[in-house]
Structures are given as structure tokens and as C-alpha cells.
């Protein structure tokens, strides 16, 4: 989910961070090292929250459509704005009203949509099938996970707490946890940092081209979640690494690497 801006250079951050301008997202795949190569070297596993760990689509599309129903306006299918639910507020107010963060109206219906899934933040919303098996396994060979989401921690860390989560995971890093949020590399630095670890022993899974970007900024090695939302561009274009198409292939693949 995205929803927070870049606004400044965390004081933690790296001298040298890199550019996520330069990440081509159609661009053929480039990965950053063989898999093969890393087998067994990975520590801990960070994970995307919205449309990777946890199905929000269902409570996200409902804050929008609540807000067409306000204004007498038809409701836009589910089937529509679940491939947006990763881009959080600026996907779902594209798909439900049109518009973009540069309309006039946008700051307000923001507001409106933030609002509304706040008191209703996880109604329907469940794990993905087989997540929970995937990180009691993790648990159980002591492979540390963690949470690195662009959606604001005020709205993270209780869905987490609610998902029954939140004593689980090693870190929850949010989209306004540092100045930055994904595509820039900075939330997923910050979380090597809290594990103590090196980034390149690190592993992130995600199911946008943003989550893509970023890891592969941080030098963290990808795993696209092809199960998840994955917004408007094939996953096996994003230059991830690895491409999973189910939580079962994810459980074979992090057995390898962890």
C-alpha cells in the first residue's frame, strides 16, 4: 500500500542510497544475483503486507465504495479495485473517483477514504492462505520475519495486532516509519538495521513493482509474490529475483534460501 511521500533523508539512512529513479518497471529481468548462489544464505524475511501476508482488499474496496454510496454514486466492483489495493488510496480513489493525487480534491478524499477503512480495518480482511503455516515453519527453525509496508504505522500496527501478528513479527516498519517510502530503499535499510543484519541477508517478498524496486535497491534479494495484488504490470517483468505463484511454492522456495 502507498500512500506516504518522501520528504526529507532519514538520519539513520546510508551515506549513499540508490536511486529508485533509474528502475525501469518494464525493463527485462535483471536479477541481482543467481538464486542458486544464495541458497541457504538468507537470515531473515521481510514481507509486504497488503496483497503479500494479508488479504485487505476486501475492507479497502469497501472504504471507497462507502464513500460513492455517500454521494448517491453506483458502487465500482470488487473485481475492479482489488488490483489496485496495493497502491493503496491513490489506486483505490483512482479506480472509485477518477482522479489522481494532483486533482484538487484528492488531499480531502483521502482524508474521507483513510477515515472509513480506519473504523473498519479488518472486517474481512484474513492471511493468505497457508501464510500462517509459512511463518510458524520460519518460526519453528528460527528464522527471524518482519513487516515492511508502505501503509502508515497508525494503520499497520493494529491490523498486525489484529491479524494476531503483532508479537510475532521481528520488526513493523510502516510508510512513514522513515522519510521515505517504497519504491526508495530506505523502510527496507531501516529494517535490516532493527534485525542487525546486513542487507544482503535479508530477503524481501512483495507483490508490486514498488516492493520489487526497493529491495533490489537495498540489495536485498526479491521474491515477487505473484499470488498477491500486483497491480497493472506482470510480475515476471518487475527484474524480482524469483516469481512464486502460490503461498506453497513461497514455503519451497524460503526453505531453500533461509
Not at 483512482?94 to 478524499?109: Q, R, V
Amino acid at each position: 500500500m502507498t500512500d506516504t511521500d518522501p520528504f526529507g533523508t532519514p538520519d539513520n539512512a546510508p551515506a549513499a542510497i540508490p536511486d529508485t529513479d533509474d528502475l525501469d518497471p518494464v525493463a527485462t529481468p535483471s536479477p541481482q544475483r543467481e538464486i542458486e548462489d544464495a541458497l541457504g544464505t538468507a537470515r531473515a524475511v521481510l514481507f509486504d503486507l497488503d496483497g503479500t501476508l494479508a488479504d485487505t482488499a476486501p475492507d479497502l474496496a469497501a472504504a471507497v465504495n462507502r464513500m460513492l454510496v455517500g454521494r448517491g454514486l453506483p458502487l465500482v466492483p470488487y473485481e475492479t479495485l482489488r488490483p489496485v489495493a496495493s497502491a493503496g488510496a491513490r489506486g483505490l480513489l483512482g479506480a472509485g473517483f477518477g482522479i489522481t493525487p494532483e486533482h484538487p480534491d484528492y488531499p480531502a478524499l483521502r482524508e474521507e477514504f483513510l477515515a472509513n477503512y480506519a473504523s473498519d480495518l479488518c472486517v474481512e480482511t484474513i492471511l493468505f492462505p497457508g501464510i500462517d503455516a509459512l511463518l510458524a515453519e520460519l518460526e519453528s527453525r528460527g528464522v527471524r520475519w518482519g513487516i515492511v509496508t508502505n501503509k502508515v504505522e497508525s494503520l499497520a500496527r493494529p491490523l498486525v495486532e489484529q491479524l494476531g501478528l503483532g508479537t510475532r513479527a521481528a520488526c513493523i516498519v510502516g510508510g512513514d516509519t522513515t522519510p521515505f517510502s517504497k519504491p526508495h530503499p530506505a523502510p527496507l535499510l531501516h529494517a535490516a538495521q532493527l534485525l542487525q543484519l546486513p542487507p544482503a541477508q535479508c530477503l524481501y517478498v512483495g507483490d508490486d513493482l514498488r516492493d520489487i524496486q526497493a529491495g533490489r535497491a537495498a540489495g536485498m534479494l526479491t521474491i515477487a509474490a505473484g499470488f498477491g495484488y500486483c497491480g497493472e504490470t506482470a510480475p515476471a517483468s518487475w527484474g524480482a529475483d524469483a516469481l512464486v505463484e502460490t503461498t506453497d511454492e513461497l514455503i519451497a522456495l524460503l526453505r531453500e534460501l533461509t
